[in-house]
């Protein structure tokens, strides 16, 4: 079977760095997303990790450890445009199973 | 290059009516998938198809849901009869192939009264 865990809710501060943290099990992993979804709109891709390590992309990175079952989406310089729904998905042997996503509040 | 694209956006029905959600993939994307999300829940996987085959239909809940996707395109979900669990944002999703992103539509946001 497959396991996503995440956090349900965080807050952190607009400039600020967050960490949101994620914590899969599945049979026949073949990567993890990473997913931005605001209210009412569809989700949209941010980050594929295959490898063990970490990826960089503007103010988004992504980290993954295949042997730990471990990946964060780190989210530097924040903005309150930010404010959304972030998905964590672990693409098994056909199919992409998504955690109950972690609702990130930027405040001022 | 169009998205994917999801109709209707919004879709009201009484207990017990049928209901049928239309998903046009992005041109060329041989992969589909059919997920949902409840209130408060995780999304959910509902179904697979490459081109016009069922690769994996594990998620689908009952035997209420008849997913089709005739000539490889597009394709349909219907729910009959429609139950109040039923209610929830389905979205579909495409992919060139296995190992790439997905790409989401919009979602239709499905309520049973």
């Known amino acids: 079977g497959q396991n996503i865990d995440q956090p349900t809710e965080m807050t952190a501060t607009e400039g600020a760095i967050v960490q949101i943290n994620c914590t899969y099990q599945t049979s026949g992993f073949n990567g993890l997303f990473w997913y931005q979804q605001h209210a009412g709109e569809a989700p949209t891709f941010l980050s594929y990790n295959v490898l063990d390590g970490l990826e960089e992309k503007g103010r988004f990175s992504s980290f993954l450890s295949r042997s730990k079952g471990y990946s964060y989406l780190l989210l530097k310089e924040l903005q309150m445009k930010d404010s959304a729904s972030y998905l964590c998905?672990?693409?098994?042997?056909?199919?992409?199973?998504f955690g109950t996503g972690t609702k990130l509040q930027v405040i001022p | 290059e169009a998205g994917v694209t999801q109709f209707p956006s919004h879709s009201v029905i009484e207990k017990g009516q049928t209901v049928t959600l239309r998903c046009d993939p992005i041109?060329?994307?041989?992969?589909l998938y059919w997920y949902r999300r409840v209130m408060g829940k995780e999304i959910k996987f509902l179904l697979h198809f490459v081109k016009e085959s069922k690769q994996d239909e594990s998620g689908m809940p009952n035997n209420r849901f008849l997913a089709e996707r005739t000539g490889g395109t597009y394709s349909t979900l219907k729910v009959q009869p429609a139950e109040l669990e039923d209610s929830g944002v389905y979205f579909c999703a495409s992919t060139p192939n296995q190992v790439t992103e997905a790409f989401f539509g919009q979602g239709t946001r499905l309520t049973v009264v």
């Open positions: 998905a672990a693409r098994g042997y056909q199919k992409v199973t």
């Open positions: 041109s060329g994307h041989d992969n």
